[in-house]
């Protein structure tokens, strides 16, 4: 089972951009779908981007052309690169591992506010 740790949340105004960290580690990245996840206040969790072991990619429309995921497997991460922020992108995000099951971060809070 792999282990997730989130970093580089914080506040930001509308507009502005943040970069979100995933380490990994206790096992081989490169077999895994790895992805991030978001949720808010009374709403369900949902997917923001996934990157495949094949490296192709897939993003909710939300964030098409505003956000890249990218994995690094020599060093156990995965980014998310999230440009022209908007305050309904305010949540909590989470990275995620899957290879058969779900393996999950302890997640990271994104405000979006002026």
């Known amino acids: 089972q792999v282990q997730l740790v989130e970093s580089g949340g914080g506040l930001v105004q509308p507009g502005g951009s943040l970069r979100l960290s995933c380490a990994a580690s206790?096992?081989?990245?490169?077999?895994?779908?790895m992805g991030w996840y978001r949720q808010s206040p009374g709403k369900q969790r949902e997917m923001v981007a996934r990157i495949f072991s094949n490296w192709n990619t897939t993003y909710a429309d939300s964030v098409k052309g505003r956000f890249t995921i990218s994995r690094d497997n020599a060093k156990g991460t995965v980014a998310l690169q999230m440009n022209g922020l908007k305050p309904e992108d305010t949540a909590v995000y989470y990275c995620n591992a899957w290879f058969g099951r779900h393996s999950w971060g302890q997640g990271t809070q994104v405000t979006v506010s002026s």
């Open positions: 206790g096992s081989a990245l490169s077999i895994y779908t």
